[in-house]
Nanobody, 125 residues
Framework: QVQLVESGGGLVQAGDSLRLSCADSGRTFSTYNMGWFRQAPGKEREFVAAISWNGGSKIYADSAKGRFTISRDNAKNTVYLQMNSLKPEDTAVYYC??????????????????WGQGTQVTVTS
C-alpha cells in the first residue's frame, strides 16, 4: 500500500532555497517512478519534475530546469525536490505522486496516483 507524505514547505523570500521531501510508508517504493506537481490558487495542478525508479532518468518542467533538482533515496523510501533561487511564481501547494505511465516518465497529471496531502510553499518578493 502506497502512502505518501510530503514535508519541507514553508514561507521564504525570493532567492531562497527549500528542500521538499516525500516519504512512502509502503514496501514497494523502489519500484515506482515518482513525480512532483504543484498547484497555485485558481490554477490547475502542473508538472514540476519526475524521476525513474532507480534515479537514472529525470525530467523537468521548463520552469524548474536549472533551479530545481529531483532525487530519491530508496533506502529511506523518500523522493526529494531541491528548489533553489525560488521566485514568487513558485508559490503553490506541492504534491508528490506515483507515476503509473506504462513507459518512461510522464508529465501528465492523470497518469499519476496515490497523491500525498501536499505541502505549501510560499515565496515572497
Amino acid at each position: 500500500q502506497v502512502q505518501l507524505v510530503e514535508s519541507g514547505g514553508g514561507l521564504v523570500q525570493a532567492g531562497d532555497s527549500l528542500r521538499l521531501s516525500c516519504a512512502d510508508s509502503g514496501r514497494t517504493f523502489s519500484t515506482y517512478n515518482m513525480g512532483w506537481f504543484r498547484q497555485a490558487p485558481g490554477k490547475e495542478r502542473e508538472f514540476v519534475a519526475a524521476i525513474s525508479w532507480n534515479g537514472g532518468s529525470k525530467i523537468y518542467a521548463d520552469s524548474a530546469k536549472g533551479r530545481f533538482t529531483i532525487s530519491r533515496d530508496n533506502a529511506k523510501n523518500t523522493v526529494y525536490l531541491q528548489m533553489n533561487s525560488l521566485k514568487p511564481e513558485d508559490t503553490a501547494v506541492y504534491y508528490c505522486g506515483v507515476d503509473r505511465a506504462p513507459y518512461g516518465l510522464s508529465k501528465i497529471q492523470w497518469q499519476y496516483g496515490h497523491w500525498g496531502q501536499g505541502t505549501q510553499v510560499t515565496v515572497t518578493s
